[in-house]
T-cell receptor, first 115, second 112 residues
Framework: KAGVTQTPRYLIKTRGQQVTLSCSPI?????VSWYQQTPGQGLQFLFEYFSETQRNKGNFPGRFSGRQFSNSRSEMNVSTLELGDSALYLC??????????????FGEGSRLTVL | EDQVTQSPEALRLQEGESSSLNCSYT??????LFWYRQDPGKGPEFLFTLYSAGEEKEKERLKATLTKKESFLHITAPKPEDSATYLCAVQATFGSQGNLIFGKGTKLSVKP
């Protein structure tokens, strides 16, 4: 059974640019959540999508956005990149997401470096 | 505000030296407490879910326990392959919109 796939794995951008990250969840999983992981703050919740609708959103500025497609694949976008956006961005999929207490299955992440 | 605090931040053990990791939490009603393991360059991997005080779960050398204010991850006779960062997360019944709130983790190093 294929796991959660995130692309790209690594990318380098400069301040002011924008970036799009992609996540393919496990087949049959309808919920996709995104987390930002940094050494100082740990894992912080960005947003959750379920059946193409944003269900929840964390405390991040509007520069961070996402969407989910009919096949449950999800993308997140960060516009006008800042140095502080350098982080590991993790995608997690589950069957019901925040509606349930089931485990989250994480991808290996996309490591973004902003110069 | 819902919050999770893990201690210690880092722990070095000799192979075979048992110890415990702590996760203390404050939530407006606990729906579940989760333990994950994260290896360098990888995403977190699920270990356990605990739902109520007094509950215990075991997996190989790991045993997780839960009280009303904290959870412990006990590691018995650890091996070098147990080296990883262990993350604790809670899911609240009210507030936090049902999503997981993570602690910053405990980085465990087990030396042979």
């Amino acid at each position: 059974k294929a796991g959660v796939t995130q692309t790209p794995r690594y990318l380098i951008k400069t301040r002011g640019q924008q970036v799009t990250l992609s996540c393919s969840p496990i087949s049959g999983h309808r919920s996709v959540s995104w987390y930002q992981q940094t050494p100082g703050q740990g894992l912080q919740f960005l947003f959750e999508y379920f059946s193409e609708t944003q269900r929840n959103k964390g405390n991040f500025p509007g520069r961070f956005s996402g969407r989910q497609f009919s096949n449950s694949r999800s993308e997140m976008n960060v516009s006008t990149l800042e140095l502080g956006d350098s982080a590991l961005y993790l995608c997690a999929s589950s069957i019901f997401g925040s509606l349930d207490t089931g485990e989250l299955f994480f991808g290996e992440g996309s490591r973004l470096t902003v110069l | 505000e819902d919050q999770v605090t893990q201690s210690p931040e880092a722990l070095r053990l000799q192979e075979g030296e048992s110890s415990s990791l702590n996760c203390s939490y404050t939530v407006s009603g606990l729906r579940g407490l989760f333990w994950y393991r994260q290896d360098p360059g990888k995403g977190p991997e699920f270990l356990f879910t605990l739902y109520s005080a007094g509950e215990e779960k075991e997996k190989e050398r790991l045993k997780a326990t839960l009280t009303k204010k904290e959870s412990f991850l006990h590691i018995t006779a650890p091996k070098p392959e147990d080296s990883a960062t262990y993350l604790c997360a809670v899911q609240a019944t009210f507030g936090s919109q049902g999503n997981l709130i993570f602690g910053k983790g405990t980085k465990l190093s087990v030396k042979p």
